[in-house]
């Protein structure tokens, strides 16, 4: 029997109502008073030097009310990595890619606005572009930015252990490839931005954001602006996954605009501006070469990549590290060696998405083992077995894992997807057109430290018992983007108070509230979570008090549960609270009459006796990470893990995949919500087929893309979806709130390269572009062909 009474179990979401009536209010549904229309005017061009910028047309029509260029906003440097601010708000010496703003304007209506756009005359000067990621550093090369010299955004080098030692150890050695191409987060909702400001010059703008914190920042920083008279306001928000973690143009220019009309501005993206915008997956490019003793027992890791990671730094920074960090784990590895590159090209900037930075990576090494496992006549599964870590061991770049249900979800799936029953007996594939693979996984629940260096909490929360007793309103800065992170907030608030669900209500996502650095990194319901428990407790702390002191016994013997105030000494005498309570209750209907004091009244004597009862709850990691270079990046107060068994059909003929289904097991600690921790499951088997299947960002020789839209840019539909077997495991990890940590972002990771490794099976082709469109998968198999003809 369960200890808990609301926790581990499969709760309704609290905006699950809201959201299926249509009654959850967006940003682009929200009005104000006397409102204007913005639009923003961006480069027809890739790279070119901005010449001339004449606005005077556009000013000249009516309806338009400001034009706003890089005159107005100025030219202070933002971004998300202080080591790396290389934005404006719009362009004022060049434009670096086919949609960089140079311009916006606010007017009566969006029709004004789009025609007031077009009147803007820019004078170009046209610079060759850069459009190839592995080349981009070349000598030669036209450099986007003074500050990186040859296209070199960032590089990461790292070396532990002793790489030449494990090549002698080892009995075999493999070096392989993987690319990938840029992708979009195909979120439903697209950014929009409602802003306004007051007489007192308060800044106010509402956003389909997952990181208020951190945009409140940005605009701060980048308007000039006194840090706390600007609030973000995060609605209702379709999706995020990841790009919408940083601050867009939309959000700065609809400020600016602002600031410069003194009315209201709404400015949302069509579905263009979000490919335009992105700042989603990176284009990787990984080599990677992997020792192993004749036993299966890895020896050594040789690791290269290279990021193409478009016009700006954006998240670029923690993506380059990301994708050499996480490849410590989940098997024991003495020895690695990461050498990593981000450049910057003249395509729309890339930041993160779901699993960031180590997706591709992790699929490249997971291939990896199954061709190793090939040579060695081993079972994949066998060899993954064989070299997986445990909870207690630290990798060899310094990521402690303090609870690691590994095994157990190798072992999950192993039964569940009956591997051995359908792989076939001796490891080799059988080309038959169907086929199976496994893969794992290994993710932060959390980033270590906060992306501008400080001593901040990650997150606080306030939990306010109502004056009135029998409620409690939790105020946070936890952004819920569709993830569910306020369910898991009012679950654990009423787990502590001893409440129903319906008697807690969350308010979260506005800067004002509270800190809360925002929904990424899969880190809310670990570090919010716990500041949601503690908060909770320290409410519950008065409430006691206060009634205990009333009575004149200890606050120890008393408890809260199902509503009711319960002495642990047996009964006891509360008449007296009663009869105040029920004087200044009169004529109410149904107060209480029963043996225990209930939670409505044990709230309004506390408030009688104290005032506004307030919990205060925060979260902060304990010191991350190891002393080189770099070390902070992929810290983690817990890891995640994660393994899956995906089966596939392939057409031999023309090439189309059908996944037949997926068998996933996921470690996520402690499941607060069951129902939720599938959801987040499924959510990532389904963007990962879609990666490893569909999804490519499209450009034409002059980096202007060709397939901005939901028609063109393939994404999963409902009718793709195979059967989904989540299968959680818990392995109550020591840091999280009672055990809890990510499932967030960790279940993608092993997708990919269980989708590969299953389409090897079946046609004993291994593919190294991803992702695998029919016509790659028939150009592999057709080559592979050649070379066995040949041979």
């Known amino acids: 029997m369960s200890k808990y009474r609301i926790l581990n179990t499969r709760s309704p979401r609290v905006d699950a109502a809201d959201k299926a009536t249509g009654r959850a209010l967006y940003t682009d549904d929200l009005k104000r008073p006397d409102m204007l229309f913005a639009a923003i005017l961006h480069s027809p061009v890739a790279h070119a030097r901005i010449v001339n910028i004449d606005t005077s047309r556009a000013e000249k029509l009516p309806g338009v009310k400001a034009v706003v260029t890089h005159r107005e906003a100025g030219t202070i440097p933002y971004g998300v990595s202080p080591a790396r601010h290389d934005e404006t708000i719009f362009c004022h010496d060049k434009v670096r890619y086919v949609g960089d703003e140079i311009a916006a304007v606010a007017a009566i209506d969006q029709d004004t606005a789009l025609e007031a756009i077009n009147l803007i005359k820019v004078d170009f000067e046209e610079i060759p572009v850069v459009l190839d990621g592995r080349t981009a550093a070349d000598d030669g090369q036209p450099q986007l930015h003074d500050m990186y010299m040859n296209n070199v955004c960032a590089e990461v080098h790292w070396h532990f252990g002793d790489i030449e030692q494990g090549r002698k150890d080892s009995y075999l050695v493999h070096t392989d490839n993987l690319t990938s191409k840029m992708q979009d987060g195909a979120f439903m909702e697209p950014q929009s931005v409602l802003a306004e400001t007051d007489f007192h010059g308060n800044l106010t703008m509402w956003s389909s954001t997952q990181a208020p914190h951190y945009v409140q920042r940005t605009l701060a920083m980048a308007l000039n602006l006194p840090l706390h008279k600007v609030r973000v306001i995060k609605p209702a928000v379709g999706g995020g996954f990841g790009p919408k973690a940083s601050c867009s143009t939309a959000e700065l220019a609809s400020c600016l605009l602002a600031l410069k009309t003194g009315r209201p501005i709404k400015l949302t993206f069509d579905r263009e501006q979000v490919f335009l915008h992105s700042r989603a997956r990176h284009q990787f490019f990984h080599t990677m070469t992997t020792g192993v003793k004749k036993d299966g027992t890895l020896t050594f890791l040789e690791h290269n990549c290279c990021l193409d990671g478009g016009a700006y730094a954006s998240f670029g920074i923690a993506t380059v590290y990301y994708a050499g960090s996480l490849l410590g784990g989940p098997y024991r590895l003495d020895n690695m060696k990461y050498d990593g590159f981000r450049v910057v090209t003249n395509k729309p900037a890339c930041g993160a998405q779901r699993g960031h930075g180590a997706v591709i990576a992790r699929a490249l090494f997971e291939r990896q083992l199954d061709h190793i496992a090939e040579e060695l006549r081993m079972d994949p599964i066998e060899l993954r077995l064989k070299n997986i870590m445990e909870a207690g061991e630290t990798t060899c770049n310094e990521l402690f894992v303090s609870s690691f249900g590994m095994r157990e979800a190798l072992e999950a799936v192993l039964d569940s997807a009956a591997w051995k029953k359908k792989r076939s007996s001796d490891g080799r594939t059988n080309s038959d057109g169907k086929g199976i693979g496994a893969a794992c996984g290994f993710f932060v629940s959390g980033a270590g430290y906060s992306i501008y260096r400080s001593r901040t909490y990650h997150c606080t929360v306030i939990t306010k018992v109502d004056e009135v007793g029998g409620g409690v309103t939790v105020s946070s800065g936890a952004a819920d983007i569709g993830q569910g992170s306020d369910t898991v907030l009012a679950m654990i608030t009423a787990e502590e108070l001893g409440l129903e669900l319906d008697d807690v209500r969350v308010v979260s996502g506005d800067s004002k509230l509270s800190v809360d650095l925002g929904a990424y990194s899969s880190r809310t319901t670990l570090m919010t979570g716990h500041a949601c428990r503690e908060a909770a407790q320290d409410a519950k702390r008065q409430i006691l008090e206060a009634v205990a002191g009333m009575l004149e016994i200890s606050p120890e013997s ?59 709850g925060k979260y902060r990691p304990p010191p991350l990470g190891g002393s080189f270079k770099g070390a902070a990046v992929g810290t983690s107060p817990a890891f995640g893990c994660s393994a899956q068994i995906a089966e596939v059909s392939v057409d031999l003929q023309t090439g189309e995949v059908t996944v037949d289904k997926i068998t996933g097991a996921h470690d996520c600690g402690f499941a607060i919500n069951v129902t939720q921790v599938e959801g987040q499951m499924q959510g990532s088997m389904m963007m990962g087929m879609g990666e490893a299947l569909m999804e490519e960002v499209i450009y034409d020789k002059k980096g202007r893309i060709v397939n901005a839209n939901l028609a063109e840019y393939k994404i999963p539909t409902a009718l793709d979806m195979p059967s989904l077997d989540a299968i959680i495991v818990e392995s109550n990890e020591p840091r999280g709130p009672y055990g809890a940590k990510e499932v967030g972002e960790g279940a993608i990771m092993p997708v990919i390269p269980s989708i590969l490794n299953a389409i090897y099976d079946a046609t004993g082709v291994r593919i190294d572009e991803l992702p695998i469109t029919p016509e790659r998968l028939v150009a592999a198999m057709r080559s592979q062909n050649k070379r066995t003809t040949k041979d």
């Open 558 to 616: 008393l408890d809260l549960k199902d509503g009711l105030v319960v002495c642990k000494q047996g009964e006891i005498d509360f008449s007296a609270l009663r009869k105040e309570y029920l004087r200044e209750h009169k004529g109410f209907q149904n107060l209480p009459d029963g043996p225990q004091l209930t939670f409505a009244e044990a709230s309004r004597i506390a408030f009688l006796e104290l005032g506004s009862i307030v919990g205060t």
